[in-house]
């Protein structure tokens, strides 16, 4: 092995075994939203073993936070990263300089410190909420209270900070989700997460099992269960995927024992065995090296990451080269077309045979026919690497048209060979020539079907009847030529012919059936399929309000291949994609639930939002119905948006004043208290929909006024106003 092989397996070795899985943050960040990190409070209450309720106390506050609306929170995990990074434990309150650093890597814009104290049986909680850039402290509160009510404390405690900051509450029921039936259990809760934050995943697991186990209305700690669970799952899977010590250790003594090459004619017949049998196992080998390169998601179906096709293509180079170098050399013992080679079995040594065993590899015994292994692997992607195998996409020969017209014509020599014998070959012996030449044949018809070659492919088959007419297959190849022609029913040509269809029509049904003709155009692009698939569509068809959710079901597809297969960012635009389609977000972000290995985000930001600015300072969002419409004599239209989970509510109406010009004749704002208020609005279009499912977008301001302090009016203003509304 080189040195700079060498090298490059300690880097991927190092790269593979690091860090699992990325911290996420809560919600997204978003502009005019401040951005806080809860801090672990500093342990005063003289006890070491209320050290790790920090954790358990922070996680309480966090989640309870998500629960208001105005506010950015930053999760717990993103924290323990960050004081990870910096070597930092926090047992004692951090001065003004490492608040500062903490915030600004977290990307927050306030912390909130604060301290525990216990005195007999009252604890008490003590916080600040400071701003990060200035070291100002906005808010300071206090709850005490009996020990066992913390959950009471942490609410106290979260009510007054949300109260000074005029946060507004959003979703009662996940504040409930944290509250612990005691302070033991809040204790129980905080060391398993504690054990999580050490990598002990499967300890954790079960410590928090038990928390859940003695306090099943504890939800908090069900929901932490489940994604330490996961954590367990990711962490098992990547051991699979991971290239072992073993098997880095059988690539330098395999690549040693293969420097004798040139040596092979003059060996011993054992020698060369056992020669042919290493060859075999650094197949083995590379085909777990290939595995690196590639999504894991898939058991058997594994395609080329992004910005690791460069290296995967080497890597399958020389797969297809040691397959070429091992039919050479066992030609050389005098076999003909390695068929029937029995040198599998030779010894490799006990070291050797010790280390096949430990990284998983099993028996190391050469297949039946090298040509069909070779020919799959260029024309297929099917790989061996030492345990069930898998399909790489795309294959080798998709990425490289010699290689791909050397496997075809390897087939063809192949049954030209193979039919020689049989008829050379005595009465007895003609059935096993038979075979070979039948599948060979039967091989070359469906690597064409994949390249939708449709007439070659039956001309493959019919060669099986030419030479074969009452044999074995004979009725089968038939049947198969039928289906290819049309004649009878075969699903993967319906759907070719009904994705070609709605290249012409552009109707509802027939666009949905691009599903699986996408699934046929991966294995043969891989990941370049995604943006192929979408581009063949939108040059035909455009979205209209009657195929407008096939499209959205295309993307949907699209983006649910992506996050498989692990490019987060064109599952992130299609997702965008899909939704702007008037997809479903709900369903989105249930199907995000089961895929938390990339990051997806508010998915609703990037399509439609309605929000300004209240005097200058906090933000208004309305993120529920967003929508406008135009009045049926195209003379007015209304903009419309609600928050989640409150009664507010704003409506701006637009008089059409000349061609596509609108001004704001009024603006009526239904508060969260219910107070109705009416007032004047300025509104600057910046794009207008032509159709029902298209956007408005725009900016707006706003001026109300509102009875204040001793009956006298006061003027409220929303500036800075931006919408991106779907047209009804």
């Given at each position: 092995?080189?040195?700079?092989?060498?090298?490059?397996?300690?880097?991927?070795?190092?790269?593979?075994?690091?860090?699992?899985?990325?911290?996420?943050?809560?919600?997204?960040?978003?502009?005019?939203?401040?951005?806080?990190?809860?801090?672990?409070?500093?342990?005063?209450?003289?006890?070491?073993?209320?050290?790790?309720?920090?954790?358990?106390?922070?996680?309480?506050?966090?989640?309870?936070?998500?629960?208001?609306?105005?506010?950015?929170?930053?999760?717990?995990?993103?924290?323990?990263?960050?004081?990870?990074?910096?070597?930092?434990?926090?047992?004692?309150?951090?001065?003004?300089?490492?608040?500062?650093?903490?915030?600004?890597?977290?990307?927050?814009?306030?912390?909130?410190?604060?301290?525990?104290?216990l005195?007999?049986?009252?604890?008490?909680?003590?916080a600040?909420?400071?701003?990060?850039?200035?070291?100002?402290?906005?808010?300071?509160?206090?709850a005490?209270?009996?020990?066992d009510?913390v959950?009471?404390?942490?609410?106290?405690?979260?009510?007054?900070i949300?109260?000074?900051?005029?946060?507004?509450?959003?979703?009662?029921?996940?504040?409930?989700?944290?509250?612990?039936?005691?302070?033991?259990?809040?204790?129980?809760?905080?060391?398993?997460?504690?054990?999580?934050?050490?990598g002990?995943?499967?300890?954790?697991?079960?410590?928090?099992?038990?928390?859940?186990?003695?306090?099943?209305?504890?939800?908090?700690?069900?929901?932490?269960?489940?994604?330490?669970?996961?954590?367990?799952?990711?962490?098992?899977?990547?051991?699979?995927?991971?290239?072992?010590t073993?098997?880095?250790?059988?690539?330098?003594?395999?690549?040693?024992?293969?420097?004798?090459?040139?040596?092979?004619g003059?060996?011993?017949?054992?020698?060369?065995g056992?020669?042919?049998?290493?060859?075999?196992?650094?197949?083995?080998?590379?085909?777990r090296?290939l595995?690196?390169h590639?999504?894991?998601?898939e058991?058997?179906?594994?395609?080329?990451?992004?910005?690791?096709?460069?290296?995967?293509?080497?890597?399958?180079?020389?797969?297809?080269?040691?397959?070429?170098?091992?039919?050479?050399?066992?030609?050389?013992?005098?076999?003909?077309?390695?068929?029937?080679?029995?040198?599998?079995?030779?010894?490799?040594?006990p070291?050797?045979?010790?280390l096949?065993?430990?990284?998983?590899?099993?028996?190391?015994?050469?297949?039946?026919?090298?040509?069909?292994?070779?020919?799959?692997?260029?024309?297929?992607?099917?790989?061996?690497?030492?345990?069930?195998?898998?399909?790489?996409?795309?294959?080798?020969?998709?990425?490289?048209?010699?290689?791909?017209?050397?496997?075809?014509?390897?087939?063809?020599?192949?049954?030209?060979?193979?039919?020689?014998?049989?008829?050379?070959?005595?009465?007895?012996?003609?059935?096993?020539?038979?075979?070979?030449?039948?599948?060979?044949?039967?091989?070359?018809?469906?690597?064409?079907?994949?390249?939708?070659?449709?007439?070659?492919?039956?001309?493959?088959?019919?060669?099986?009847?030419?030479?074969?007419?009452?044999?074995?297959?004979?009725?089968?190849?038939?049947?198969?030529?039928?289906?290819?022609?049309?004649?009878?029913?075969?699903?993967?040509?319906?759907?070719?012919?009904?994705?070609?269809?709605?290249?012409?029509?552009?109707?509802?049904?027939?666009?949905?059936?691009?599903?699986?003709?996408?699934?046929?155009?991966?294995?043969?692009?891989?990941?370049?399929?995604?943006?192929a698939?979408?581009?063949?569509?939108?040059?035909?068809?455009?979205?209209?309000?009657?195929?407008?959710?096939?499209?959205?079901?295309?993307?949907?597809?699209?983006?649910?291949?992506?996050?498989?297969?692990?490019?987060?960012?064109?599952?992130?635009?299609?997702?965008?994609?899909?939704?702007?389609?008037?997809?479903?977000?709900?369903?989105?972000?249930?199907?995000?639930?089961?895929?938390?290995?990339?990051?997806?985000?508010?998915?609703?930001?990037?399509?439609?939002?309605?929000?300004?600015r209240?005097?200058?300072?906090?933000?208004?969002?309305?993120?529920?119905h967003l929508?406008?419409?135009?009045?049926?004599?195209?003379?007015?239209?209304?903009?419309?948006?609600?928050?989640?989970?409150?009664?507010t509510?704003?409506?701006?109406?637009?008089?059409?004043?000349g061609?596509?010009?609108?001004?704001?004749?009024?603006?009526?704002?239904?508060?969260?208290?219910?107070?109705?208020?009416?007032?004047?609005?300025?509104?600057?279009?910046?794009?207008?929909?032509?159709?029902?499912g298209?956007?408005?977008?725009?900016?707006?301001?706003?001026?109300?006024?509102?009875?204040?302090?001793?009956?006298r009016?006061?003027?409220?203003?929303?500036?800075?106003?931006?919408?991106?509304?779907?047209?009804?």
């Amino acid at each position: 092995m080189t040195r700079s092989s060498t090298a490059l397996l300690t880097a991927l070795a190092i790269t593979l075994l690091g860090p699992l899985l990325v911290p996420r943050v809560t919600q997204a960040a978003e502009p005019g939203r401040p951005t806080i990190s809860v801090l672990y409070f500093e342990n005063r209450t003289g006890r070491a073993d209320y050290d790790v309720l920090r954790k358990g106390l922070a996680d309480m506050i966090v989640t309870d936070l998500t629960a208001w609306d105005g506010v950015t929170v930053v999760e717990r995990e993103r924290l323990e990263a960050v004081l990870t990074e910096l070597k930092l434990q926090q047992t004692k309150a951090f001065d003004a300089k490492k608040r500062q650093k903490i915030g600004q890597l977290l990307g927050a814009q306030f912390v909130l410190v604060g301290a525990m104290n216990l005195g007999g049986t009252t604890l008490a909680l003590d916080a600040q909420l400071i701003e990060v850039q200035t070291g100002a402290v906005r808010v300071a509160a206090r709850a005490s209270g009996s020990a066992d009510r913390v959950f009471d404390l942490e609410q106290s405690l979260v009510n007054k900070i949300t109260a000074a900051v005029d946060a507004r509450l959003k979703n009662p029921a996940l504040r409930r989700t944290v509250a612990p039936p005691s302070l033991k259990t809040l204790l129980d809760y905080s060391k398993a997460l504690d054990l999580a934050d050490k990598g002990k995943l499967a300890e954790a697991h079960q410590a928090m099992r038990l928390v859940v186990s003695s306090a099943p209305t504890f939800l908090l700690a069900r929901d932490r269960r489940e994604r330490i669970l996961k954590q367990v799952e990711e962490s098992a899977r990547r051991r699979q995927e991971t290239v072992s010590t073993s098997v880095i250790s059988l690539i330098k003594i395999v690549d040693d024992a293969l420097k004798h090459e040139a040596a092979f004619g003059k060996m011993e017949p054992a020698a060369q065995g056992k020669f042919i049998a290493t060859r075999w196992l650094r197949v083995h080998l590379l085909g777990r090296l290939l595995r690196q390169h590639l999504s894991t998601r898939e058991s058997h179906l594994k395609v080329v990451r992004r910005g690791q096709e460069a290296a995967a293509l080497r890597l399958m180079r020389t797969i297809a080269d040691n397959l070429r170098r091992l039919r050479e050399e066992i030609r050389r013992t005098g076999q003909k077309d390695a068929f029937g080679f029995g040198y599998g079995t030779a010894s490799l040594g006990p070291e050797v045979e010790r280390l096949v065993q430990d990284a998983g590899f099993g028996r190391v015994a050469l297949p039946h026919d090298i040509v069909h292994t070779l020919t799959q692997f260029v024309l297929q992607g099917r790989v061996v690497d030492g345990e069930q195998g898998y399909t790489v996409a795309p294959a080798l020969g998709d990425l490289d048209a010699k290689e791909q017209k050397a496997a075809f014509e390897l087939l063809d020599r192949a049954v030209t060979a193979a039919l020689g014998e049989h008829a050379k070959a005595p009465i007895a012996q003609q059935r096993q020539h038979e075979s070979r030449a039948t599948q060979h044949l039967e091989e070359k018809a469906n690597a064409l079907l994949r390249l939708d070659q449709d007439e070659a492919a039956a001309g493959a088959f019919q060669k099986i009847i030419d030479a074969f007419p009452t044999g074995y297959r004979a009725a089968w190849v038939e049947g198969r030529i039928k289906q290819i022609a049309g004649a009878s029913h075969d699903h993967e040509r319906t759907v070719r012919e009904r994705w070609a269809k709605a290249l012409q029509t552009c109707d509802d049904m027939d666009i949905r059936v691009g599903e699986a003709t996408l699934r046929r155009r991966l294995r043969r692009l891989g990941l370049l399929a995604l943006a192929a698939q979408a581009a063949e569509l939108e040059k035909a068809c455009k979205p209209t309000a009657k195929n407008r959710s096939a499209f959205a079901y295309v993307y949907r597809s699209l983006a649910s291949t992506a996050v498989t297969h692990e490019d987060c960012a064109a599952y992130r635009f299609w997702t965008r994609k899909y939704l702007e389609a008037n997809g479903s977000v709900s369903d989105m972000q249930a199907y995000h639930q089961r895929t938390p290995w990339c990051e997806l985000g508010d998915v609703t930001k990037g399509v439609t939002w309605f929000h300004a600015r209240l005097d200058d300072h906090w933000s208004v969002e309305f993120d529920r119905h967003l929508t406008s419409v135009r009045s049926h004599d195209r003379k007015v239209l209304t903009l419309f948006g609600r928050r989640e989970g409150a009664k507010t509510e704003l409506t701006l109406y637009l008089d059409l004043t000349g061609p596509e010009t609108f001004t704001c004749r009024k603006i009526q704002w239904r508060k969260l208290d219910g107070a109705k208020l009416e007032g004047t609005c300025t509104v600057q279009p910046t794009k207008l929909a032509r159709e029902r499912g298209e956007f408005d977008e725009g900016t707006f301001t706003a001026q109300f006024e509102e009875p204040g302090p001793g009956g006298r009016q006061r003027i409220v203003k929303l500036t800075k106003g931006s919408f991106r509304l779907r047209r009804q």
